[in-house]
């Protein structure tokens, strides 16, 4: 069964640079989530998308910014990177107002430096 | 503020014996809950849920309680295997806003031991 994707696996930045991590729901999903896990950390949700638009916000800094698009992939846009976000992020997709579980993908490792 | 946490941080059982991972909740909104398994560099892994009107659900090897009166889930793993040996969560889902929201708990690190 096709699961959650998400690109890259892992990502290297240095302080104050950008990054994109990308996500690729199960088909027919049609709700995103977005979390953040420090080490030795539940995942901490930063915000979900349901049909596009943005449902939720969670814990997620000024400096993120996400988006889903036509095709329901969604992007999780990171600027002005600091060493504190440093950590696994995972997407995750469901069917929205069904009780179906979130599925996650294998999480983007960002490590910043 | 609400959430949802765990007893134990780490568990370490015998292979063979059975597991018990204890969870607590604090939000009686909460319709739905969910039991991940993490391995390391993973996911989060679906293992099984319960629907607030269930009070159990049984899996293969997996059970899951629930007891609403005390806001108590439970995940009972029978016959432990080396391969049960990850970091699990418990998560609760509610409708906040209009829209679903999921909390996850501290995770419980199993330790299977040989």
């Known amino acids: 069964a096709a699961g959650v994707i998400q690109s890259p696996r892992h990502l290297i930045k240095e302080k104050r640079e950008t990054a994109t991590l990308k996500c690729y729901p199960i088909?027919?999903?049609?709700?995103v989530y977005w979390y953040q896990q420090g080490p030795g950390q539940d995942p901490q949700f930063l915000i979900s998308?349901?049909?596009?638009?943005?449902?939720d916000k969670g814990s997620i800094p000024d400096r993120f910014s996400a988006q889903q698009f036509s095709d329901y992939h969604s992007e999780l846009n990171m600027s002005s990177l600091e060493l504190g976000d440093s950590a696994l992020y995972f997407c995750?997709?469901?069917?929205?107002?069904?009780?179906?579980?979130?599925?996650f993908g294998n999480g983007t490792r960002l490590t910043v430096t | 503020g609400e959430s949802v946490g765990l007893h134990l941080p780490t568990l370490s059982v015998q292979e063979g014996d059975n597991s018990i991972i204890n969870c607590a909740y604090s939000?009686?909104?909460?319709?739905?809950f969910i039991w991940y398994k993490q391995e390391s560099g993973k996911g989060p892994q679906f293992i099984i849920d319960i629907r607030s009107n269930m009070d159990k659900r049984q899996g293969q090897r997996v059970t899951v309680l629930l007891n609403k009166t005390v806001k108590h889930l439970s995940l009972q793993i029978a016959a432990t295997q080396p391969g049960d040996s990850a970091v699990y969560f418990c998560a609760e889902r509610r409708l906040a806003g209009g829209t679903y929201k999921y909390i996850f708990g501290t995770g419980t690190r199993l330790k299977v031991l040989a």
């Open positions: 998308f349901y049909e596009k638009m943005q449902s």
């Open positions: 939000n009686s909104a909460s319709d739905y």
């Open positions: 088909p027919r999903h049609d709700t």
């Open positions: 995750a997709s469901s069917r929205d107002r069904v009780n179906s579980p979130l599925h």
